[in-house]
Antibody, heavy 117, light 110 residues
């Protein structure tokens, strides 16, 4: 059974940093693109970043470029999102997802990031 | 990259059909056959319902169908059931490993 479990969310001050993790199990992790998607409270979904199976290519939505870094550890079946220079509008539930068919086939339950002083 | 445009709401009675549109541009919806649709119930993670415009993952009822014409994709839910009441989002590939979601549609079963 495919499982994705996010962790690392919490309350952080504006300008601060946070690292999210996603533990994957039930599939061959190093065969798949992985993705972070976020959802601000009461708002819609927003794609944040993708990373290729080997970790060598990464892609970001414009609003997080230069502030967020997606990475992965294929030996430990883990996906990460390092977030810095956080702003109030980064407040959201952050989901990790497995990409298949250029769609997001499996999702975790999400972790809440709140940026507030 | 601007969000794809969906109607804020749609509704239908049990047993009826509802169709949700998702309008983009030739750089996303119109340029690729990689439109997917997601169902999200309150407080839960999204669930993939349709991929590659009109394909259903295993376990998704055939009441859900997708199509595309030009820059607009559509999701149709036939034979509406109470459990279909949810938010629905489209997603399109937009080239260079980027993608964009729609604004979301709240479906109400009357």
């Amino acid at each position: 059974e495919v499982q994705l479990v996010e962790s690392g969310g919490g309350l952080v001050q504006p300008g601060g940093s946070l690292r999210l993790s996603c533990a994957a199990s039930g599939f061959r992790f190093n065969n798949y693109f992985m993705t972070w998607v976020r959802q601000a409270p009461g708002k819609g979904l927003e794609w944040v970043a993708n990373i290729k199976p080997d970790g060598n290519e990464k892609y970001y939505v414009e609003s997080v470029k230069g502030r967020f870094t997606i990475s992965r550890d294929n030996a430990n079946n883990s996906l990460y999102l390092q977030m810095s220079s956080l702003r109030a509008d980064d407040t959201a539930v952050y989901y990790c997802a497995r990409r298949q068919w250029l769609a997001f086939e499996y999702w975790g339950r999400g972790t809440l990031v709140t940026v507030s002083s | 990259q601007s969000a794809l445009t969906q109607p804020p709401s749609a509704s239908g009675s049990p047993g009826q059909s509802v169709t949700i549109s998702c309008t983009g541009t030739s750089s996303d919806v119109g340029g690729y056959n990689y439109v997917s649709w997601y169902q999200q119930h309150p407080g839960t993670a999204p669930k993939l319902m349709i991929y590659e415009v009109n394909k259903r993952p295993s376990g998704v009822p055939d009441r859900f169908s997708g199509s595309k014409s030009g820059n607009t994709a559509s999701l149709t839910v036939s034979g509406l059931q109470a459990e279909d009441e949810a938010d629905y989002y489209c997603l399109s590939y937009a080239g260079s490993n980027n993608c964009v979601f729609g604004t979301g549609t709240k479906v109400t079963v009357l």
